[in-house]
């Protein structure tokens, strides 16, 4: 059976209650606000004339900033929303990986979940039986088993609802962010299983902010911008088009949301890719860039019990990166200089080597990729 999206001229309009500001000076406006002015019901669109096909071996990013609305398409393509007009024809067996605590009962121990959550996924009960153990195993809860939900820590909920989500491999997998959960060791298994799973898909509709794993995993792309389809093409093209939008909207002064509130490293990216040393200088070259296509000014080294901010760092364009993320001729390359503290020499700064970026030396918290072997 072939497996395939269609969503022809989909838009969504939901109700949404707007509740009237009013100046409130006191408890008694407070109580007849509540009692006598009740929010009032308005339709508002959400996502507006979206039109695009997937086949077997497309890897779609939905690229989109803050309130785009990429979870909302996600949602019309899981059938959790109906669409007003339009259509949406999913062919094959789809697994949503959007909420991962959907089904469950915290009042139901962690084994009748396993069940409840199965159930809701459309496996049957015959199979969920042979299931029960392998996801116990899998999210280290066997001692749980019989526990109740509740009872369980927001890390061990987030590893049964993985283990179950992932338990079967299907055809279509939707996934808003890159699904990983729990602590450095169960990250890795979990990390595993995602490969696995994506790679034995046949589809894969993933929406995420995170510009270098849509670039790594996604051939193809579609940009939305306040509900509408602005662009779709291979991923190159649509990594181009959305850093296109966000230059155009800073331009304008209109700042993209998610620059307001990112953390400050989980939006930077880049890679260290040679790091020498001498007279009392380390010497590291790379590329550096944020979700937006800026260049964030802060490198700092971290070895093992030092850090150390450049004290010189200079930029350059680097055509192949600009050309890989569909950027223009932004200056991510760099050549960063640090002073070692007095008297250390690499060998006794020792240990392990890490790599910051961020847009000052104080929040440069984001972890820059290094290349292989260059960092140990
Ligand atoms: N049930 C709803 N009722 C009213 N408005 C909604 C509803 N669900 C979403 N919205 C609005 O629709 C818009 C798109 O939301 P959506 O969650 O799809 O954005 P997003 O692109 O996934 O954003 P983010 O990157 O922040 O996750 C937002 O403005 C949001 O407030």
Not at 166 to 184: F, Y
Not at 203 to 222: M, P, W
Not at 323 to 351: I, Q, T
């Amino acid at each position: 059976m072939t497996t395939s999206i269609t969503v022809k001229d989909l838009c969504l309009d939901v109700p949404a209650f707007v509740q009237r500001e009013r100046e409130q000076r006191g408890w008694l406006d407070l109580f007849l606000g509540a009692a006598f002015d009740p929010p009032s019901r308005k339709m508002v669109r959400l996502l507006s004339g979206v039109d695009f096909q997937l086949k077997d071996g497309d890897r779609l990013a939905i690229l989109g900033r803050n309130g785009a609305g990429k979870s909302t398409l996600l949602r019309v393509l899981n059938q959790v929303y109906q669409p007003t007009t339009g259509s949406v024809e999913v062919q094959g067996s789809c697994q949503a990986l959007l909420n991962m605590s959907l089904g469950f009962s915290a009042e139901a121990t962690v084994r009748e979940n396993i069940f409840l959550r199965g159930i809701a996924m459309g496996l049957t009960a015959g199979f969920l039986r042979t299931q029960v153990d392998p996801i116990l195993e899998f999210s280290g809860l066997r001692e749980k088993a019989s526990h109740r939900l509740r009872t369980l820590s927001s890390g061990q909920k987030m590893r049964l609802g993985f283990a179950i989500s992932t338990s079967i491999q299907n055809d279509i997998i939707l996934m808003d962010e890159w699904v990983g959960a729990g602590d450095a060791e169960f990250m890795s298994k979990a990390k595993e299983r995602m490969q696995d799973r994506v790679g034995g898909s046949k589809i894969l509709v993933l929406a995420s902010h995170s510009i270098g794993l849509l670039r790594n995993i996604c051939n193809r792309g579609i940009v939305l911008e306040q509900g509408r389809l602005i662009h779709d093409g291979d991923i190159t093209s649509a990594l181009k088009a959305y850093h296109e939008l966000l230059a155009e909207l800073r331009a304008r002064n209109i700042f993209p949301e998610a620059a307001a509130d990112a953390s400050a490293g989980a939006q930077i990216y880049g890679c260290a890719e040679s790091l020498s040393f001498s007279g009392g200088k380390a010497l590291l070259k790379g590329w550096i860039l944020d979700m937006e296509g800026v260049v964030p000014s802060s490198v700092v080294i971290e070895f093992a019990d030092t850090r150390v901010a450049a004290s010189k760092i200079s930029f350059h364009v680097r055509p192949d990166v600009v050309a890989h993320f569909g950027l223009s001729d932004v200056k991510c390359g760099f050549e960063a200089e640090f002073d070692l503290p007095a008297g250390r020499s690499a060998s006794s700064l020792g240990g392990k080597v890490s790599v910051f970026g961020g847009k000052t030396d104080g929040d440069a918290e984001a972890p820059l990729r290094s290349a292989p072997g260059l960092l140990s």
